[in-house]
């Protein structure tokens, strides 16, 4: 079945950067637009970041553009996040998800989910 595993979470400064990757198995990648997601203690799973089978269309929340890439490899199963200029509000649990049919911003499009890395952003 498919499994999705996140890595590169950590603690960093403000004003920091980290890279998030997520490695894709159990079927062929190219076939999934991924996504990724966040939650910050206490509050709702929300939209960060998607990009499209073949990664010629991204979209990002309005809290993150500019700031934050999402990138993928398909020769290497692997879908990137790379934040810059990262806040204390950035802080929260970042978990990548495979979506169904297309690209989207909403949590029920996507099937698969990994089980998430932990980015803390001090101040």
């Known amino acids: 079945q498919v499994q999705l595993v996140e890595s590169g979470g950590g603690l960093v400064q403000a004003g920091g950067s980290l890279r998030l990757s997520c490695t894709f198995s159990?079927?062929?990648?190219?076939?999934?637009?991924m996504g990724w997601f966040r939650q910050a203690p206490g509050k709702e799973r929300e939209f960060v970041a998607t990009?499209?089978?073949?990664?010629?269309?991204?979209t990002y929340a309005d809290s993150v553009k500019g700031r934050f890439t999402i990138s993928r490899d398909n020769s290497k199963n692997t879908v990137y996040l790379d934040m810059n200029r990262l806040k204390p509000e950035d802080t929260a649990v970042y978990y990548c998800a495979a979506a169904d049919e297309f690209t989207s911003i909403y949590r029920e499009s996507y099937k698969y989910w990994g089980q998430g890395t932990q980015v803390t952003v001090s101040s």
């Open positions: 159990g079927d062929t990648f190219s076939r999934y637009p």
């Open positions: 990009i499209s089978r073949g990664g010629g269309t991204t």
